[in-house]
């Protein structure tokens, strides 16, 4: 087995990309929509720029993506002056509880069998490790 933060990295991407796809395909979404859908969540009334930037996508897959997330009824775009602003639909907030609850569910599967006070211990670490990392997208 492999000891290198990489490797956990991995198991932990593919595992959470996993649980994910399953739980959003009842919604028609995929994984890729989820970060998406969870910020105009968060963000309602934002720009597609400010999305994008937020995200770190590229500007053509964001289009394509926000592009069809307003096709399938998920997202409403309005213009307002030069900009497009995003809100999400009745569907797009369903899919927004559902997007943000998949963490706290998956989550609570991988730490079950660590203590609370294991899982304070591991968090702190995470939170150090990461705080290293400018490039991570903002969800807040």
Request: glycine residues 6%.
């Amino acid at each position: 087995m492999f000891q290198t933060l990489a490797y956990y990295a991995t198991v932990f991407h593919r595992s959470f990309t996993a649980y994910t796809t399953q739980q959003l395909q009842q919604l028609g979404l995929n994984f890729g929509s989820l970060f998406l859908i969870i910020y105009v969540g968060k963000h309602p009334d934002c720009t597609q720029a400010q999305l994008t930037q937020a995200l770190g996508l590229d500007w053509g897959y964001s289009q394509r993506s926000v592009t069809k997330l307003v096709e399938e009824n998920f997202l409403i775009r309005e213009k307002s002056g030069r900009a497009y602003h995003l809100n999400l639909s009745s569907k797009g907030q369903e899919a927004f509880q559902i997007s943000h609850q998949v963490f706290f569910d998956w989550d609570r599967q991988m730490l079950e069998g660590l203590t609370e006070e294991e899982q304070t211990q591991l968090f702190a670490i995470l939170e150090k490790v990461t705080r290293k990392e400018a490039n991570l997208p903002c969800m807040r």
